[in-house]
T-cell receptor
Framework: GENVEQHPSTLSVQEGDSAVIKCTYSDSASNYFPWYKQELGKRPQLIIDIRSNVGEKKDQRIAVTLNKTAKHFSLHITETQPEDSAVYFCAASVNRLAFGKGNQVVVIP | EAQVTQNPRYLITVTGKKLTVTCSQN?????MSWYRQDPGLGLRQIYY???????DKGDVPEGYKVSRKEKRNFPLILESPSPNQTSLYFC?????????????FGQGTRLTVV
Protein backbone atom coordinates (compact mmCIF):
# COMPACT_ATOMS: atom_id res chain seq x y z
CA GLY A 1 0.00 0.00 0.00
CA GLU A 2 0.86 3.67 -0.09
CA ASN A 3 3.66 4.86 2.19
CA VAL A 4 3.94 8.58 2.92
CA GLU A 5 6.96 10.08 4.69
CA GLN A 6 7.37 13.62 6.00
CA HIS A 7 10.53 15.60 6.78
CA PRO A 8 11.54 17.23 9.06
CA SER A 9 9.59 16.04 12.08
CA THR A 10 9.88 19.37 13.86
CA LEU A 11 10.44 22.77 12.33
CA SER A 12 11.01 26.02 14.21
CA VAL A 13 10.86 29.31 12.32
CA GLN A 14 10.98 32.97 13.25
CA GLU A 15 7.76 34.86 12.73
CA GLY A 16 7.72 36.32 9.24
CA ASP A 17 10.06 33.70 7.79
CA SER A 18 9.02 30.90 5.44
CA ALA A 19 8.46 27.26 6.32
CA VAL A 20 8.75 24.33 3.96
CA ILE A 21 7.67 20.76 4.67
CA LYS A 22 8.44 17.98 2.23
CA CYS A 23 6.65 14.66 1.77
CA THR A 24 7.48 11.66 -0.34
CA TYR A 25 5.09 8.94 -1.44
CA SER A 26 5.63 5.45 -2.78
CA ASP A 27 2.68 4.62 -5.05
CA SER A 28 2.99 6.25 -8.47
CA ALA A 29 -0.77 5.74 -8.96
CA SER A 30 -1.58 8.26 -6.20
CA ASN A 31 -3.56 11.13 -7.70
CA TYR A 32 -4.58 13.38 -4.82
CA PHE A 33 -2.30 15.08 -2.29
CA PRO A 34 -3.91 17.07 0.54
CA TRP A 35 -2.34 18.86 3.49
CA TYR A 36 -4.05 19.00 6.87
CA LYS A 37 -3.43 21.25 9.84
CA GLN A 38 -4.11 20.04 13.35
CA GLU A 39 -4.07 22.54 16.19
CA LEU A 40 -3.59 21.31 19.72
CA GLY A 41 -6.61 19.34 20.93
CA LYS A 42 -8.51 19.73 17.68
CA ARG A 43 -9.33 17.61 14.66
CA PRO A 44 -7.27 17.79 11.44
CA GLN A 45 -8.59 20.23 8.85
CA LEU A 46 -7.75 20.58 5.18
CA ILE A 47 -5.69 23.65 4.30
CA ILE A 48 -4.76 22.95 0.68
CA ASP A 49 -4.71 20.08 -1.79
CA ILE A 50 -3.32 19.32 -5.23
CA ARG A 51 -4.14 16.78 -7.90
CA SER A 52 -1.69 14.81 -9.97
CA ASN A 53 -2.34 16.83 -13.14
CA VAL A 54 -1.23 20.08 -11.48
CA GLY A 55 2.30 21.10 -10.54
CA GLU A 56 1.61 23.95 -8.12
CA LYS A 57 -1.29 25.53 -6.27
CA LYS A 58 -1.42 28.66 -4.12
CA ASP A 59 -3.89 30.01 -1.59
CA GLN A 60 -2.79 33.27 0.00
CA ARG A 61 0.25 32.49 2.18
CA ILE A 62 0.31 28.75 1.52
CA ALA A 63 1.30 26.83 -1.57
CA VAL A 64 1.85 23.23 -2.52
CA THR A 65 4.15 21.90 -5.22
CA LEU A 66 4.13 18.42 -6.71
CA ASN A 67 6.92 16.56 -8.47
CA LYS A 68 5.44 13.36 -9.82
CA THR A 69 8.71 12.13 -11.30
CA ALA A 70 10.45 12.27 -7.94
CA LYS A 71 7.26 11.35 -6.08
CA HIS A 72 7.41 14.19 -3.63
CA PHE A 73 5.28 17.19 -2.76
CA SER A 74 5.91 20.15 -0.49
CA LEU A 75 3.98 22.65 1.58
CA HIS A 76 5.24 26.23 1.59
CA ILE A 77 4.08 28.76 4.18
CA THR A 78 5.26 32.32 3.68
CA GLU A 79 5.24 35.19 6.19
CA THR A 80 4.62 32.79 9.06
CA GLN A 81 2.49 33.93 11.98
CA PRO A 82 2.08 32.50 15.49
CA GLU A 83 -1.28 31.00 14.51
CA ASP A 84 0.55 28.85 11.96
CA SER A 85 2.00 26.86 14.88
CA ALA A 86 0.44 23.38 14.60
CA VAL A 87 1.04 19.86 13.39
CA TYR A 88 0.84 19.52 9.62
CA PHE A 89 0.02 16.22 7.93
CA CYS A 90 0.50 15.39 4.29
CA ALA A 91 -1.46 12.58 2.66
CA ALA A 92 -1.69 10.72 -0.61
CA SER A 93 -4.63 8.94 -2.10
CA VAL A 94 -5.12 6.06 -4.48
CA ASN A 95 -8.53 4.74 -3.46
CA ARG A 96 -7.67 5.30 0.18
CA LEU A 97 -6.18 8.24 2.04
CA ALA A 98 -2.83 7.49 3.71
CA PHE A 99 -1.17 10.07 5.99
CA GLY A 100 2.38 10.84 6.93
CA LYS A 101 3.51 11.06 10.55
CA GLY A 102 3.14 14.80 10.77
CA ASN A 103 5.40 17.82 11.26
CA GLN A 104 5.32 20.02 14.32
CA VAL A 105 5.76 23.62 13.18
CA VAL A 106 6.63 26.19 15.84
CA VAL A 107 6.55 29.86 14.91
CA ILE A 108 8.67 31.91 17.29
CA PRO A 109 7.35 35.45 17.85
CA GLU B 1 -24.81 21.76 9.78
CA ALA B 2 -22.61 19.42 7.73
CA GLN B 3 -20.55 17.32 10.10
CA VAL B 4 -19.04 14.03 11.18
CA THR B 5 -20.12 13.00 14.66
CA GLN B 6 -18.32 10.50 16.85
CA ASN B 7 -19.48 9.12 20.16
CA PRO B 8 -18.34 8.91 22.83
CA ARG B 9 -15.70 11.66 23.06
CA TYR B 10 -13.96 9.99 25.98
CA LEU B 11 -14.04 6.39 27.09
CA ILE B 12 -12.23 4.46 29.78
CA THR B 13 -12.75 0.72 29.70
CA VAL B 14 -11.22 -2.50 30.96
CA THR B 15 -9.33 -5.10 29.00
CA GLY B 16 -11.60 -7.53 27.19
CA LYS B 17 -14.86 -5.59 27.47
CA LYS B 18 -16.37 -5.16 24.02
CA LEU B 19 -17.03 -1.60 22.94
CA THR B 20 -18.31 0.31 19.94
CA VAL B 21 -17.42 3.83 18.85
CA THR B 22 -20.05 5.29 16.58
CA CYS B 23 -19.46 7.57 13.60
CA SER B 24 -22.16 9.28 11.60
CA GLN B 25 -22.00 11.80 8.74
CA ASN B 26 -24.82 13.87 7.27
CA UNK B 27 -23.14 14.88 4.00
CA UNK B 28 -24.07 11.84 1.89
CA UNK B 29 -20.39 10.97 1.58
CA UNK B 30 -19.35 7.75 -0.14
CA UNK B 31 -16.04 7.22 1.65
CA MET B 32 -15.59 6.74 5.38
CA SER B 33 -12.53 5.77 7.35
CA TRP B 34 -11.15 5.24 10.84
CA TYR B 35 -7.73 6.41 12.01
CA ARG B 36 -5.85 6.16 15.24
CA GLN B 37 -3.43 8.87 16.31
CA ASP B 38 -0.52 8.10 18.56
CA PRO B 39 2.42 10.39 19.46
CA GLY B 40 5.13 10.22 16.82
CA LEU B 41 3.15 7.84 14.61
CA GLY B 42 0.77 10.23 12.90
CA LEU B 43 -2.62 9.14 11.61
CA ARG B 44 -2.69 5.44 10.90
CA GLN B 45 -5.61 4.04 8.98
CA ILE B 46 -7.52 1.19 10.60
CA TYR B 47 -10.30 0.46 8.11
CA TYR B 48 -11.94 2.29 5.27
CA UNK B 49 -15.13 1.97 3.24
CA UNK B 50 -15.64 3.16 -0.32
CA UNK B 51 -19.38 2.57 -0.24
CA UNK B 52 -22.17 0.75 1.57
CA UNK B 53 -21.30 -2.87 2.32
CA UNK B 54 -17.72 -2.36 1.08
CA UNK B 55 -14.98 -2.28 3.69
CA ASP B 56 -11.21 -2.81 3.47
CA LYS B 57 -8.31 -3.07 5.87
CA GLY B 58 -6.04 -0.13 6.35
CA ASP B 59 -2.56 -0.22 7.86
CA VAL B 60 -3.43 -1.34 11.40
CA PRO B 61 -6.66 -3.41 11.31
CA GLU B 62 -5.74 -6.03 13.93
CA GLY B 63 -8.13 -6.04 16.87
CA TYR B 64 -10.80 -3.93 15.16
CA LYS B 65 -13.96 -4.56 13.19
CA VAL B 66 -16.18 -2.24 11.19
CA SER B 67 -19.45 -2.39 9.30
CA ARG B 68 -21.10 -0.15 6.69
CA LYS B 69 -24.73 -1.16 6.57
CA GLU B 70 -25.91 2.37 5.90
CA LYS B 71 -24.21 5.16 4.01
CA ARG B 72 -24.16 7.56 6.95
CA ASN B 73 -22.84 5.25 9.69
CA PHE B 74 -19.49 3.54 10.13
CA PRO B 75 -19.06 2.12 13.64
CA LEU B 76 -15.73 0.89 14.97
CA ILE B 77 -15.92 -2.23 17.10
CA LEU B 78 -13.29 -3.48 19.53
CA GLU B 79 -14.34 -7.04 20.40
CA SER B 80 -11.72 -7.52 23.11
CA PRO B 81 -9.87 -4.26 23.79
CA SER B 82 -6.29 -4.37 25.01
CA PRO B 83 -4.10 -1.63 26.56
CA ASN B 84 -2.20 -1.19 23.26
CA GLN B 85 -5.43 0.10 21.74
CA THR B 86 -5.34 3.11 24.06
CA SER B 87 -5.28 5.95 21.57
CA LEU B 88 -7.06 8.93 20.03
CA TYR B 89 -9.43 7.76 17.29
CA PHE B 90 -10.75 9.80 14.40
CA CYS B 91 -13.48 9.00 11.95
CA UNK B 92 -13.40 10.79 8.59
CA UNK B 93 -15.63 10.97 5.54
CA UNK B 94 -15.13 12.15 1.97
CA UNK B 95 -17.55 12.80 -0.86
CA UNK B 96 -15.67 10.67 -3.37
CA UNK B 97 -15.59 6.92 -2.86
CA UNK B 98 -11.96 6.89 -3.98
CA UNK B 99 -10.95 9.39 -1.28
CA UNK B 100 -9.70 12.04 -3.71
CA UNK B 101 -11.79 14.83 -2.24
CA UNK B 102 -11.57 16.68 1.07
CA UNK B 103 -11.83 14.47 4.13
CA UNK B 104 -13.88 15.80 7.05
CA PHE B 105 -12.94 14.56 10.48
CA GLY B 106 -15.03 13.89 13.54
CA GLN B 107 -14.08 15.48 16.84
CA GLY B 108 -12.15 12.43 18.00
CA THR B 109 -12.61 9.75 20.65
CA ARG B 110 -10.02 9.41 23.38
CA LEU B 111 -9.98 5.75 24.42
CA THR B 112 -8.15 4.39 27.45
CA VAL B 113 -8.00 0.64 28.04
CA VAL B 114 -6.82 -0.40 31.51
Amino acid sequence: GENVEQHPSTLSVQEGDSAVIKCTYSDSASNYFPWYKQELGKRPQLIIDIRSNVGEKKDQRIAVTLNKTAKHFSLHITETQPEDSAVYFCAASVNRLAFGKGNQVVVIP
Amino acid sequence: EAQVTQNPRYLITVTGKKLTVTCSQNMNHEYMSWYRQDPGLGLRQIYYSMNVEVTDKGDVPEGYKVSRKEKRNFPLILESPSPNQTSLYFCASSLSGTANTEAFFGQGTRLTVV
